[in-house]
């Protein structure tokens, strides 16, 4: 995946990179601007990595339709190529970073409970799924990311991507909440008893703005629940 566009600058040109994960970090060469367009590169690069978030073709081009042909036609060209959107990646401040690998836990229980409050309180990503073990059981593999992605008002509650052929049984969120539990609790509640009839069950946080304009970081912390029908994947075994 595209992390973020950076640029190498000497007297005589600019040289812009894609820096990509994959997952270790490599550099893609995009585009050189030659002397007579050095100007333009903290501007192009600034657009670039904006377009990583918000996708907006003309925004981009007033700066493409500014450079070289050629180094238009490149920069086209790799984005159509190497910069698909991923959903959840990006915030308008850069790119959404695990901060905590996954760690798993054997059941739901009061730890995994309170490991979900206190990153849901500081308003860390939460992505939870559920795995069989070797021995029949089933456990939870938990990564935090850096923050919350937001979600305009009337777009669909979603920042994790649904697999391509997954077929959804059900998606819950915290938004219909009723009775005396929060959030986590009756995230993992709806997550257990989908789990009891061996269907695979995958948890993500996201902020759901009040507004369609102007929505990133307004909006309210929700949990978002998809149950699948499809078995408990198998947990992953380190060769």
Same mark, same amino acid.
């Given at each position: 995946?595209?992390?973020?566009?950076?640029?190498?600058?000497?007297?005589?040109?600019?040289?812009?990179?894609?820096?990509?994960?994959?997952?270790?970090?490599?550099?893609?060469?995009? %585009?050189?601007?030659?002397?007579?367009?050095?100007?333009?590169?903290?501007e192009l690069v600034s657009t670039l990595n904006s377009f990583l978030y918000d996708r907006?073709?003309?925004?981009?081009?007033?700066?493409?339709?500014?450079?070289?042909?050629?180094?238009?036609?490149?920069?086209?060209?790799?984005?159509?190529?190497?910069?698909?959107?991923?959903?959840?990646?990006?915030?308008?401040?850069?790119?959404?970073?695990?901060?905590?690998? +996954?760690?798993?836990?054997?059941?739901?229980?009061?730890?995994?409970?309170?490991?979900?409050?206190?990153?849901?309180?500081?308003?860390?990503?939460?992505?939870?799924?559920?795995?069989?073990?070797?021995?029949?059981?089933?456990?939870?593999?938990?990564?935090?990311?850096?923050?919350?992605?937001?979600?305009?008002?009337?777009?669909?509650?979603?920042?994790? +991507?649904?697999?391509?052929?997954?077929?959804?049984v059900k998606t819950w969120t915290s938004e219909r909440l009723t009775g005396g539990a929060?959030?986590?609790?009756?995230?993992?509640? %709806?997550?257990?008893?989908?789990?009891?009839?061996?269907?695979?069950?995958?948890?993500?946080?996201?902020?759901?703005?009040?507004?369609?304009?102007?929505?990133?970081?307004?909006?309210?912390?929700?949990? %978002?629940?998809?149950?699948?029908?499809?078995?408990?994947?198998?947990?992953?075994?380190?060769?």
């Open positions: 995946m595209i992390h973020s566009f950076i640029a190498h600058t000497s007297p005589g040109r600019s040289r812009v990179f894609a820096l990509v994960r994959r997952p270790g970090d490599e550099l893609d060469a995009v %585009v050189t601007l030659g002397s007579a367009d050095l100007h333009l590169t903290e907006d073709e003309k925004a981009l081009g007033r700066v493409l339709n500014r450079v070289p042909k050629a180094v238009r036609m490149a920069a086209q060209q790799y984005l159509r190529d190497k910069c698909a959107p991923v959903m959840g990646a990006f915030t308008e401040c850069g790119p959404v970073e695990a901060v905590r690998e +996954a760690v798993y836990f054997g059941r739901i229980d009061d730890e995994i409970e309170d490991y979900l409050e206190g990153a849901y309180t500081i308003g860390l990503g939460v992505r939870m799924s559920n795995e069989r073990k070797s021995d029949g059981g089933v456990g939870w593999v938990v990564p935090l990311l850096s923050e919350e992605v937001s979600v305009p008002a009337s777009a669909e509650p979603r920042t994790w +991507a649904v697999p391509a052929g997954a077929k959804l929060g959030p986590v609790r009756s995230a993992l509640q %709806v997550a257990e008893e989908a789990t009891a009839q061996g269907r695979w069950v995958r948890i993500h946080t996201l902020l759901h703005s009040r507004y369609d304009v102007d929505f990133e970081g307004r909006g309210t912390s929700e949990f %978002v629940v998809d149950v699948f029908d499809a078995p408990i994947p198998l947990e992953h075994s380190e060769e």
